[in-house]
């Protein structure tokens, strides 16, 4: 079956305009995970969705960023007034049900420029 | 703060020789899972380890897991210039549902 996408693959923006991206899991896994990674860094988690209870949002930098999972499929992470330090590369994973013991399975990823 | 710690930061090697990478973490974990990562891009799993386990196996991959230290190994023999790559180690709570913290991870070089 398919794996993770991320849409859009690249995406250059001036500071502070907004931006969307997107991220579909497998399908039936109920748990879905956003990552940020700058460049020669390791993950950092942003957000975390797991079935129909609230997301973890410990991560989440600034007010600015946020994210929604509709229907309990689809992630959108939204930037609002991107700034420069926000340029990196924005990384979604899925697994079965969220368990720390499960495995994660990774988007391609977003890489996020802004200028 | 970071949970999993990587060493070395990198690792350059020829093909065929072995490649040992080192995690350390802080807290209890349930398991320990290693990751790698082409290009900057989406991460692979490689192999997890419970915390009831020493030893694992997976092809040319061995992990070892001493929780007493609070760190793993991940050790790949042979090594071809495909592995080259950045390799993470991840962590997982000891219970429930949450996410995994990731160290670093080690880059390495494998020169024809």
């Known amino acids: 079956g398919a794996g993770v996408s991320q849409s859009p693959s690249n995406k250059v923006t001036e500071k502070g305009k907004d931006v969307e991206l997107r991220c579909d899991p497998i399908?039936?896994?109920?748990?879905l995970y956003w990552y940020r990674q700058s460049l020669g860094q390791g993950l950092e988690f942003l957000i975390y969705?797991?079935?129909?209870?609230?997301?973890?949002k410990s991560g989440l930098p600034s007010d600015r960023f946020s994210a929604e999972r509709t229907g309990g499929s689809v992630s959108t992470l939204t930037i609002q007034r991107t700034q420069q330090e926000d340029s990196a590369v924005y990384l979604c994973?899925?697994?079965?049900?969220?368990?720390?013991?499960?495995?994660?399975?990774f988007g391609p990823g977003t890489r996020l420029l802004v200028l | 703060s970071q949970q999993g710690e990587e060493d070395p930061q990198a690792l350059s090697i020829q093909e065929g020789e072995n490649a040992t990478m080192n995690c350390s973490y802080k807290?209890?974990?349930?398991?320990l899972q290693w990751y790698r990562q082409n290009s900057g891009r989406g991460l692979v799993h490689l192999i997890l380890?419970?915390?009831?386990?020493r030893e694992k196996h997976s092809g040319r991959l061995r992990v070892t897991l001493d929780t007493s230290k609070k760190s793993s190994s991940l050790l790949i023999t042979a090594s071809r210039a495909a592995d080259t790559a950045s390799y993470f180690c991840?962590?997982?709570?000891?219970?429930?549902?949450?996410?995994?913290?990731f160290g670093k991870g080690t880059m390495l070089l494998v020169s024809p």
């Open positions: 991840a962590t997982g709570k000891p219970s429930g549902y949450s996410t995994l913290t």
């Open positions: 807290t209890s974990i349930n398991n």
């Open positions: 399908s039936g896994h109920t748990a």
């Open positions: 380890i419970r915390s009831n386990e």
């Open positions: 994973a899925s697994s079965i049900s969220g368990r720390a013991q499960e495995t994660q399975y």
């Open positions: 969705f797991q079935g129909n209870s609230a997301p973890d």
